[in-house]
């Protein structure tokens, strides 16, 4: 039976733990109540009081002033939210506040969109009866920051600054100083943002109620009803923008709260890196290069020029000579398009996309297991979730607004937090255990974890009878492991390890978590199916709090797997090497497909420099600095005799084009991406493209009616319901009915949609438990000797992959270089010190990069980033790959090192 209690004498069914301050929000109007403390996405704080209402516990009875933001509802309790004594306290709080506020509203930066003045007003304020206290003018206005700024005589302390450091970023930069009058937020050990430990996430600036932190954007003040709800396009993690625009021009970007991924957060990437979109360096024409020099050219020149060559190479050399890398930036309609492009008017599978380099191994290993390559839970399960494991990832850098919520779970007693990384990263330090493996031995360590799993009973024993096949083989595999063995070849003690295995496996709930650290290795695919093992072995699988959950890189390298960006499946994961979905396939693009798998990426180049490619069209992928061994890529695009870049920017691989078309950017357009929980979200173009631009799906409407192929014109909704007609999981998805949180994958064709994946059965029966053994890199067998070091590439907060976008932002002046992290130890042996340039050197060339001295890598392990073309640390990466899905070997990398004069940037 629904809990009553009373507003006003009258009945109303409240929520249990329901607030009262919520509790009258639902039931009557959300401004019946003001506030200043209390923001949506912070816990209750109660400082204010403004907030504060009367309470009995009887009808008549004797009442009592409560702040009504953390105080329950009692059952039958009588609420009084406006009577007359609530109104009178409220106006003298709001008064004593103002007593120590300058009263500057006309010039101050968030006038009109101030919480304070719309408080003022709501209680009826038109005059301060108190003297006036201090209007702390004197307080110097930070200005140090890109994007952070603060002006703190505008300051209420109401302290949601800090607690949106401390609860949603969990940085604890912030924090109150002083007494009285004197109280003031301070920054760090008070210092300005930018000497600080800020992040830039803007958490505060968005939860503060006036203008005493802020953003250069000003963010909160843009006036304007022009706002757009669109999804990042940085990482996989899909956070949910508000874009304000005012004639065509963005002004600011801020978080919804009611957005189920994010919840009022981002990261500076989400939030602030967007100037790129109008930077002056945008293409923006068609450009063909004659004699060594690219000329502008119309749109139809250069599309007549792109068919005329394509339809060359198809008739004299067959369509296996032309290939395509579709872009994770793009939309999932713009890769359906491209995939469909080069099988269906291109006639070959040789199509990819950036999973090869990143999560190919992810979606190879989970489908061996389970039968599905993406994520089995949701984020939000870290709610019900006891134990997290993260392996080889760093999401405080990599996936921010995730990253964050790890670390908030990581602090809190009684959880346990479990991180495999060679480095000690941010959520390293946070964890009860780490693990420090050498790079390049996670499967040494996972069979460990089994091992010990097993020796202690911890199995559930049920789950692995009633869903799942092939462990009997594989407990008898496992069993035979030679521990002593393992333990020398990942370098950590046992007892760490078993410690670890033994948190993982008694844990009610545990979730796993993983990244590059896995899958970019030589034995990425078992790593990934590794991890599906240990959810097997103890029934972490199926249900909330549980799980496999690759952190995906690129904010839409979900969806372009999903739409067929992949050589051997087609749009939805079918085999197209069956005749079953060959015929599926032709009948419905109406054109004949062939039945053997393509190229994947590494296999394009090593075709081009065998003579074999004729021509391949790259749309966003600066292959050259992101992908292993550039010299070699290099040489196999200049052995290309077409290649066409589809970019924003002059990258380094758009340098080697013959053809430059000039597309997009996600706010330039509309489609939806998917981020790494399976939620297709839509993306809302804010803007009209840049002059000369076009979105990418149109550009490839284009050259494939050229070509003779009938393609309707690129439209979200359009391109969604053919998508939703061959992806059986896109059954149920319609564009108008993706509302603003989006829908996760499997959708039915009703539209239901689905959070937790193998619920009761796998997608390919039971699960499957296979043993692989460790194997040593070739990397390290080849060149470890002449090379000891083993260097590792990650990533940094402030910039995503090749840098193109976020190196033409105010990110740029944060985070200005790339770095090599390496141990003091290692840096005395070589006569290193910190900022010295350092030689890098590699059987495949040398780089020259700036040394960064931190116990945060182990003596002998280096770290580095190749967001830098000025670096181009891929010169030196090797052509080592997972021998299951061709990722390449990022993460273990043979070198050697000297101090030098910083002189070679080439091979
Ligand atoms: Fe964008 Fe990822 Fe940052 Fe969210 S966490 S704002 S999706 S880069």
């Not at 040593?776 to 590792?792: A, F, V, W």
């Amino acid at each position: 039976m629904d809990k009553i209690a009373y507003i006003n004498n009258r009945p109303y069914s409240f929520e249990e733990g329901e607030t009262m301050l919520a509790f009258v929000r639902r039931q009557m109007t959300a401004d019946l109540i003001p506030t200043l403390c209390d923001a949506p996405n912070l816990d209750p704080f109660g400082s204010c009081r403004v907030c504060s209402v009367e309470v009995a516990l009887e009808k008549d009875g004797k009442r009592k002033t409560m702040a009504s933001c953390h105080s329950p509802v009692i059952e039958n309790c009588y609420i009084y939210p406006d009577s007359e004594a609530i109104q009178n306290l409220r106006k003298n709080i709001i008064e004593l506040v103002l007593t120590d506020h300058p009263l500057d509203c006309l010039t101050c930066e968030v006038n009109g969109n101030c919480e304070l003045q719309s408080v003022a007003a709501s209680v009826g304020i038109t005059e301060v009866r108190y003297p006036e206290g201090k209007n702390h003018l004197d307080r110097e206005k930070d200005k140090s920051h890109p994007y952070m700024t603060s002006d703190l005589s505008k300051c209420i302390n109401c302290y949601r600054c800090v607690r949106a450091c401390d609860e949603v970023q969990g940085q604890f930069v912030l924090n109150m100083a002083g007494r009285g009058f004197d109280s003031h937020i301070i920054k760090g050990i008070d210092e300005s943002f930018m000497e600080s430990d800020c992040v830039s996430c803007g958490a505060c600036s968005q939860a503060c109620p006036t203008s005493a932190i802020s953003d250069v954007f000003m963010s909160k003040s843009v006036r304007t009803s022009e706002k757009t709800r669109t999804v990042c396009t940085y990482c996989g993690v899909g956070c949910n923008l508000e874009v304000a625009t005012s004639n065509g021009k963005i002004l600011s970007i801020q978080a919804p709260y009611d957005a189920e991924v994010n919840q009022g957060h981002t990261c500076l990437k989400g939030r602030y890196a967007f100037k790129f979109y109008d930077h002056p360096e945008r293409l923006r024409s068609p450009q063909i290069k004659r004699n060594g020099v690219f000329e502008d050219v119309t749109w139809d020149e250069a599309y007549d020029y792109i068919a005329g060559k394509l339809t060359d190479y198809k008739e004299n050399f067959g369509s296996d000579s032309i290939a395509g890398i579709s872009s994770s930036r793009c939309t999932n309609e713009e890769n359906y398009l491209m995939q469909k492009f080069i099988r269906a008017v291109i006639g070959t599978n040789n199509i990819d996309g950036c999973a090869r380099v990143c999560h190919s191994p992810t979606a190879l290993g989970m489908q061996r297991t389970f039968g599905t390559g993406a994520a089995t839970n949701s984020i939000d399960d870290l709610k019900d979730t006891n134990c997290i494991m993260i392996i080889g990832a760093n999401p405080t850098d990599g996936h921010p607004v995730t990253g964050a919520k790890l670390k908030q779970f990581a602090m809190k007693t009684n959880n346990v937090c479990i991180v495999i990384d060679p480095r000690s990263t941010e959520l390293a330090k946070y964890a009860h255990h780490h693990i420090p493996l050498r790079p390049g031995t996670n499967v040494a360590v996972l069979n460990m974890m089994m091992y010990y799993i097993i020796e202690a009973g911890l199995i559930d024993e049920t789950f692995i009878e009633t869903r799942t096949e092939g462990y009997n083989d594989f407990v008898n595999h496992i069993k035979q492991l030679d521990i002593d063995e393992m333990e020398k070849v990942c370098g950590v003690d046992r007892e760490i390890i078993k410690a670890a295995a033994v948190a993982y496996a008694s844990a009610p709930n545990a979730m796993s978590f993983h990244g590059l650290g896995v899958t970019e290795h030589s034995q990425g695919t078992f790593t990934v199916m590794q991890i599906a093992d240990l959810a097997l072995l103890t029934g972490n699988i199926g249900r909330r709090g549980v799980g496999v959950n690759p952190l995906r890189g690129q904010n839409n390298v979900q969806g372009s797997a999903d739409m067929g960006v992949q050589p051997h499946q087609g749009a939805g994961y079918m085999d197209i090497t069956k005749p079953v979905n060959q015929q599926k396939y032709e009948q419905f693009y109406g054109a004949k497909l062939p039945l053997h798998v393509g190229y994947k990426i590494p296999e394009m180049f090593d075709a081009a420099l065998q003579g074999k490619l004729k021509a391949i069209w790259i749309i966003g992928e600066d292959v050259v600095q992101t992908d292993p061994n550039t010299q070699k890529v290099i040489k196999a695009l200049e052995a290309t005799d077409l290649v066409v870049v589809q970019e924003l920017f002059m990258t380094e691989t758009a340098k080697y084009a013959d053809v430059i078309l000039p597309g997009s950017s996600f706010l330039e357009k509309s489609g939806t991406f998917t981020n790494g929980e399976r939620r297709v979200q839509r993306v809302n173009q804010v803007v009209e493209p840049i002059e000369g631009t076009k979105p990418d799906g149109q550009i490839i409407v284009d050259i494939m009616n050229r070509m003779g192929y009938k393609q309707a014109d690129y439209t979200p909704d359009g391109m969604l319901e053919e998508i939703s007609q061959i992806v059986p999981f896109f059954a149920g998805i319609k564009w108008e009915e993706l509302g603003k949180n989006g829908k996760q994958w499997p959708v039915a064709l009703d539209g239901t949609d689905t959070k937790i994946l193998h619920t009761e059965s796998f997608k390919r029966g039971l699960g499957k438990f296979e043993f692989n053994p460790f194997k040593e890199s070739q990397e390290i067998l080849d060149n470890g000797k002449d090379y000891p070091y083993i260097l590792t590439t990650n990533r940094e907060l402030e910039h995503y992959n090749c840098g193109a976008m976020t190196r033409r932002t105010g990110n740029v002046e944060i985070l200005t270089e790339d770095s090599l992290m390496m141990n003091p130890l290692d840096a005395k042996n070589n006569a290193i010190s910190d900022g010295d340039m350092v030689c890098i050197e590699s059987p495949r060339g040398k780089v020259d990069i700036k040394a960064r001295l931190t116990e945060d890598v182990r003596p002998g392990i280096l770290s580095t980033t190749f967001h830098f073309p000025e670096i181009m640390v891929n010169n030196v990466t090797s052509d080592v790959h997972d021998t299951e899905a061709m990722c390449p070997e990022y993460k273990v990398v043979s070198v050697r090192i000297r101090k030098s004069k910083g002189k070679y940037k080439e091979a």
